[in-house]
């Protein structure tokens, strides 16, 4: 079979026989950089690269094609825009297989990469297009939230001017509804802030103000500060250390988020009776020292294929143990958030009708200062824990 004069400047053939490559021609090795005896033997699907979905699925169509339009690999890895076609040639049993690079066939054509291209181009449209839809309803978010906690941040003082004005005077029934409006209030603003954080370190822009104090003394008063909900429902609640104090740097209320919102958990699913422990260490981790803030209780435990799940926005291992305790599904995936934004991360250990330990692992780390900051909580952290275990109250 002679080659045209276009074939032989610029196109190249393989013979088939039973589907197997028999011998190429001289300008297949100047196109691919395989001598034939690299290729011979094998068949064409291993030497090309198929973009019909037909042929992906069903690679037995290559021979039936008749103009093939596809990518031809070379020795280097280096995709070859083609058009193939085959002739069958009955009295020998053989394929000749026709290969034309795109250039060779002029502009009548549109070229499969500039069909790339152009998806590509599309697909980064889409791109642009979606980071804007989600950047219009993180905006969105954040003023609803804002809009939401002024109200209650005026229900809140204005719950406290009656309690502090008016408190010998109100009945009982009075009081009653009082403490009532308040749990919810705080339940809310519980909520909201939570939504506020997460998204403000989604877009990156919560601000990290970090300061030397002592995570050991910060832990201790934190876990104290609780032990009335705990007493509530009849659970100890212990604090341990292997350390007298460690410093290290940190953002004392993203910390107090981060331990207030586990206490609450380990202390909501640990039934009466049950133990709660908190414990600071230090563990090392290739050439890091890390701080290792642990939270175990005495719950039900979560399923290995849940524990993931827990730390993702409104994900729950049990959504009706959470309805029944008042859980919105946000808390640890704002701690996960957190702990990360201070270089650090958030681990689990669990066993079914165990319990479950929680872990904040935090780099020891300092920045410049003139002294080291005092041990002591937090201003907001009586309001912080009020609003963190609101459904404690009754």
Same mark, same amino acid.
């Given at each position: 079979?002679?080659?045209?004069? #276009?074939?032989?400047?610029?196109? =190249?053939?393989i013979?088939?026989?039973?589907? +197997?490559? !028999?011998?190429?021609?001289?300008? /297949? =090795? ?13 068949t ?5 690269? @198929?973009? +019909?979905? #037909?042929t ?8 039936? $094609?008749?103009?093939?339009?596809? /990518? ?16 069958e ?5 053989? =394929?000749?297989?026709?290969?034309? =690079? ?5 502009? &009548?054509?549109q070229?499969l990469?500039? @069909? ?7 697909e ?32 809140? $003082?204005?719950?406290?001017a ?12 009075? @009081? ?5 409006i @308040?749990?919810?209030?705080h339940?809310?603003?519980? +909520?909201?802030?939570?939504?506020? %954080? ?5 877009a ?24 009335l ?38 202390? !909501?699913?640990?039934?009466?009776g ?11 981790s290739?050439?890091r %020292?890390? #701080?290792?803030i642990? *939270?175990? %209780? ?7 294929d849940?524990?993931?799940? *827990? /730390?993702?926005?409104? &994900?729950?291992?049990?959504?009706? +143990? ?6 919105t &599904? ?15 991360? *958030?681990?689990?250990?669990? !066993?079914?009708?165990? &319990? ?8 020891v ?10 041990? $002591?909580p ?7 824990v009020a ?8």
């Amino acid at each position: 079979m002679k080659q045209n004069p #276009a074939e032989r400047e610029h196109g =190249t053939s393989i013979t088939l026989r039973n589907g +197997l490559v !028999k011998n190429v021609s001289q300008n /297949f =090795t100047s196109l691919t950089g395989y001598m034939p005896e690299m290729v011979t033997g094998k068949t064409i699907e291993e030497l090309l690269v @198929k973009d +019909l979905k #037909a042929t992906l699925e069903k690679p037995e169509l290559i021979n039936k $094609s008749e103009n093939l339009h596809c /990518f031809i690999f070379n020795k280097w890895m280096i995709p070859e825009e083609v058009y193939i076609s085959f002739t069958e040639c009955g009295a020998s049993d053989e =394929t000749i297989v026709s290969i034309h =690079t795109a250039d060779s066939l002029g502009n &009548g054509r549109q070229s499969l990469r500039e @069909k790339y291209e152009s998806l590509l181009e599309k697909e980064q449209a889409e791109k642009e297009e979606l980071k804007k839809a989600l950047k219009a309803k993180d905006d969105y978010v954040l003023f609803i939230a804002h809009e939401l906690k002024t109200p209650l941040a005026i229900i809140n $003082s204005a719950v406290q001017a009656i309690e502090y004005l008016c408190g010998n005077e109100l009945s009982d029934k009075c @009081k009653g509804y009082l403490k009532r409006i @308040k749990q919810y209030s705080h339940k809310q603003l519980r +909520l909201i802030n939570n939504i506020l %954080d997460i998204s403000r370190l989604n877009a990156g822009c919560l601000k990290i103000d970090r300061r030397n104090m002592d995570v050991v003394g910060l832990a201790r008063e934190i876990t104290e500060s609780v032990k009335l909900y705990a007493q509530q429902k009849n659970i100890s609640l212990k604090f341990s250390s292997a350390l007298d104090s460690m410093i290290i740097a940190l953002d004392e209320d993203m910390f107090e988020r981060m331990l207030l919102n586990l206490l609450s958990n380990a202390i !909501k699913f640990t039934p009466a009776g049950g133990e709660v422990n908190v414990s600071v260490s230090k563990t090392c981790s290739g050439s890091r %020292d890390y #701080a290792r803030i642990m *939270v175990r %209780d005495q719950g039900i435990g979560i399923p290995e294929d849940k524990q993931q799940l *827990v /730390f993702e926005c409104f &994900g729950q291992a049990d959504y009706t +143990l959470a309805r029944q305790t008042g859980g919105t &599904g946000l808390g640890l995936s704002l701690v996960k958030k957190i702990a990360s934004a201070l270089g650090g991360d *958030v681990f689990l250990e669990s !066993k079914i009708g165990e &319990g479950s330990t929680f872990i904040i692992q935090l780099p020891v780390m300092h920045v410049q200062e003139y002294r080291v900051c005092e041990n $002591s909580p937090g201003q907001n952290l009586s309001q912080a824990v009020a609003i963190e275990f609101s459904d404690y109250l009754s």
